[in-house]
């Protein structure tokens, strides 16, 4: 039994310090352009999906989340801040979700939209995800009604049309939801008044390279 343990601990100690070997010795390679292994990618995959899973067990969506009126909120704060990243109807890609990795879903599309877990939904746009780009907008101030309102607002965006996302987000009020918004140069009027429009311009409108 005493020879067992010894055993066990030998191994321990062993695999922690060819652990920390790799870790100090500068091999794990860190860059975004590479991806992971397949088993870390599953590793990393399982953790989150659990973790999300249990967080939100008692999450419920409000009732009223087809509501037009949210839907037409969550439209003008989506374009300020999510389009970069998740792209929307009428756009196929931009520079900063090709070089993101995890690669942002493209929330404008019906396969890769987990379209009926808006507690998940509104989980992740709240508390964001660790080391993977996805930030927790409730950092920055935004407030939960304002997150269901976008929440609802992804429920519709993959049956849009490019020409009537662009009409939700003018009739929108922009980048509104306490917080920052308006607030901010970066983020247009004060006021939040006016909507953004920057997000959906051509990039070829905006620069070259
Ligand atoms: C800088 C890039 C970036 C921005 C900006 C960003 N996200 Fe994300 N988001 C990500 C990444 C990356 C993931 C995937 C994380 C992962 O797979 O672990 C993600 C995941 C998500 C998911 C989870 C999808 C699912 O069901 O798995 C939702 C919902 C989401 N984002 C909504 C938003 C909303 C709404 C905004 C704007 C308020 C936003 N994101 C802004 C990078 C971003």
Redesign the pocket.
Known sequence: MKRFLMGVLATLVIGAGVGALFVYSGLFDISADTPHSSLVHRL??TA?EHA?DRSTRDLTAPANLSDAERVRRGAG??A???????LAPGKTDSE??MG??????D?ARPD???AD?PA???W??KH??KA????A?SKGG?EDEA?WD??A??QQMPALSPAQYLELVEASEGHSHGGLAGHDDMHGKAGGSEPHTDNHHDHADDHSH
């Open positions: 990393i995959e989150r999300i704060n989506y300020a801040m999510c389009v970069g990243c998740h900063i979700r993101l990795y995890p690669q942002p879903p929330l890769e939209v987990a877990e998940r939904q509104f992740v746009i964001g995800i993977s780009g996805m930030p907008w935004i997150i976008m929440v607002f992804l």
